[in-house]
């Protein structure tokens, strides 16, 4: 049964950081096509980032230089790093696993975690 369970979310300030978890079972981080998207208050969702079996990484422009998507593979976990944060960045983060840059594409969600950039 795959499963995908997000953590780490929370309340920061603008300019501060966090970082998500997304603890993976039934199925392999390393050997997987996995992403970050999220959902704004209001808005569809959004493709975020990805890593890639080959441990290629890809961001939205919005992000980059901002967000570092990363994995342990000995805890079967994905990670996203998050510095800098905006405003812009509030929304539910959710990891999933899927080819490609299309949310809606992916077949396995996990449950999202709320991230709120406030002062």
């Known amino acids: 049964e795959v499963q995908l369970v997000e953590s780490g979310g929370g309340l920061v300030q603008p300019g501060g950081s966090l970082r998500l978890s997304c603890a993976a079972s039934?199925?392999?981080?390393?050997?997987?096509?996995m992403n970050w998207a999220r959902q704004a208050p209001g808005k569809g969702l959004e493709w975020v980032s990805g890593?890639?079996?080959?441990?290629?990484?890809y961001y939205r422009d919005s992000v980059k230089g901002r967000f570092t998507i990363s994995r342990d593979n000995a805890k079967n976990t994905l990670y996203l790093q998050m510095n800098s944060l905006k405003p812009e960045d509030t929304a539910v983060y959710y990891c999933a696993l899927g080819r490609g840059f299309i949310p809606r594409e992916y077949k396995y969600w996990g449950q999202g975690t709320q991230v709120t950039v406030s002062s």
């Open positions: 890593i890639y079996s080959d441990g290629s990484t």
């Open positions: 039934g199925f392999t981080v390393e050997s997987s096509y």
